[in-house]
């Protein structure tokens, strides 16, 4: 078994790791934007220098498959030089003379002086997108320089502290040992800090290789660990003990099932991000490759929407295919919309359907699908008003015939005579100020 594993790992790896060649090609389209931008800077007598950060500097980086967006499938990047490997994170340090608000509009005078065209991404800070190859970006993200942790105004000011601890204690094999993590996370819809994601950031998972030293010691201590069970990591021995770890950090902060904390800023936990429900799943996840362990683990599995129709035609329950359209941002901005607004309407259908199976996969773009397996609960019961309130009943009653008193309160029996999509379609009528409010464009039905 152990035999069977370790071939497994090592053909991942050759999936996943970029090639010498590959890294040598980024590097260089990297070296040069830096140079001609940190040349534009001194010109225009601004104080900032740009530097390599992310997994690129860290040599963490993986190769990942590429969603087209436009023709809703996956596919490689066209470049064979940069096949997978889709972006790359440039930091720009900026004096910390500088006022936080205006560091993005310096990037962007900046960024103005050179020929290659750019895209504002809108966030905390504002940041820019730089198409350096077919398929191949550059994020450029504006920072300001701090002396200690507890001067960052914004997470994205420790990325340099972050780069230079990993460079400092992953080196050799924990390399490879870091793209396996990474690799399964991602294949696994557990990879990425975004709030549509939820799960593990790479510099989380670069500590978590650097404390458990082996992506399967990893897999198997997550895997034996209980739902509700937190687990707190303390990589440097910066508290004394768990209990000071809970005194000290933010409330806020302690929420997720894992709390991390960053060796660079003991306040901080670097898991913060990561929700139940992916934990949940990644955790399966983990079970499930340790007692059939498989490449597959490593790839993503696309969801065949045809099977999972036939078999709900097959048990009798109702299949729906939905699209969600904002008007928002591609990316954080959009997915974080989209994912709140499926939970709100999964929440509205629970009401008088039992939920089999449902799904949601966001991919950047400013739509996304989502379907639901349902069985109709046939009859459901409301609560009314206290038998106290007679308007209140006089109205309730008017509206639902079939009443009943039980204790102190009237309720309702209130037969389902309705399917999925008439629900929705009744449900998009009446909600079309909801659907503003959360900012969706337009919900349709496909199938």
């Known amino acids: 078994m152990v035999k069977k594993v370790d071939s497994i790992l090592k053909e991942v790896l050759e999936k996943v790791k970029p090639s010498e060649e590959e890294l040598k090609f980024i590097n260089e389209n990297l070296e040069e934007f830096i140079k001609q931008f940190n040349s534009n800077a001194k010109k225009l007598k601004i104080n900032a220098e740009a530097f390599i950060g992310g997994s690129f500097a860290k040599k963490t980086v993986i190769k990942k498959d590429?969603?087209?967006?436009?023709?809703?499938?996956?596919?490689?990047?066209?470049?064979p030089k940069t096949r997978g490997l889709s972006d790359a994170d440039v930091f720009v340090r900026f004096n910390k003379k500088y006022n936080e608000e205006k560091i993005s509009k310096f990037t962007k005078k900046i960024l103005n002086k050179s020929s290659k065209g750019f895209k504002v991404i809108h966030g905390s800070r504002d940041y820019f997108?730089?198409?350096?190859?077919p398929k191949f970006f550059i994020e450029l993200i504006p920072v300001i320089k701090v002396d200690n942790p507890r001067q960052a105004l914004n997470i994205t000011d420790l990325s340099y502290s972050h780069v230079n601890y990993i460079k400092r204690k992953a080196?050799?094999?924990?390399?490879?040992?870091?793209?396996l993590a990474k690799a399964f996370c991602?294949?696994?819809?557990?990879?990425?800090?975004?709030?549509?994601?939820s799960g593990f950031s790479g510099y989380s998972l670069e500590l978590l290789i650097c404390y458990y030293k082996s992506f399967l010691k990893m897999v198997r201590t997550f895997a034996k660990s209980k739902t509700g069970e937190k687990i707190i990591i303390d990589i440097e021995k910066k508290y004394k003990n768990k209990n000071m770890i809970l005194i000290d950090?933010?409330?806020?902060?302690?929420?997720?099932?894992?709390i991390l904390i960053d060796p660079t800023f003991k306040q901080r936990n670097a898991t913060a991000a990561l929700s139940e429900e992916t934990f949940e799943r990644f955790k399966n996840a983990c079970r499930n490759f340790l007692k059939t362990p498989s490449e597959k683990a490593f790839e993503i599995q696309k969801k065949d929407l045809e099977k999972v129709k036939k078999n709900a035609v097959k048990n009798k329950n109702e299949f729906i295919l939905l699209e969600a359209t904002t008007k928002k941002q591609e990316g954080d901005v959009a997915g974080s919309k989209l994912i709140k607004?499926?939970?709100?309407?999964?929440?509205?259908?629970?009401m008088f359907f039992v939920i089999k199976e449902k799904g949601f996969d966001y991919n950047n773009g400013k739509s996304t699908k989502y379907f639901f397996v349902v069985k109709s609960k046939k009859e459901i019961i409301l609560s009314g008003p206290m038998i106290s309130q007679k308007e209140n009943i006089e109205k309730f009653r008017k509206k639902h015939?079939?009443?009943?008193?039980?204790?102190k309160k009237v309720f309702a029996k209130e037969k389902i005579d309705f399917s999925l999509k008439q629900f929705v379609e009744n449900w998009k009528?009446?909600?079309?100020?909801?659907?503003?409010?959360?900012?969706?464009?337009k919900l349709e039905i496909v199938e």
């Open 249 to 258: 950090v933010n409330n806020s902060k302690l929420q997720s099932p894992v």
């Open 341 to 350: 607004f499926y939970n709100h309407l999964t929440k509205e259908i629970e």
């Open 171 to 179: 080196k050799g094999k924990l390399l490879n040992e870091i793209l």
């Open 186 to 197: 991602y294949a696994n819809k557990c990879y990425g800090a975004e709030s549509y994601i």
């Open 129 to 133: 997108s730089i198409m350096a190859e």
């Open 66 to 79: 590429y969603y087209d967006t436009e023709n809703r499938k996956f596919s490689v990047p066209q470049s």
């Open 401 to 407: 015939h079939r009443t009943f008193v039980k204790g």
């Open 429 to 441: 009528k009446k909600n079309e100020g909801k659907m503003r409010e959360m900012s969706i464009e």
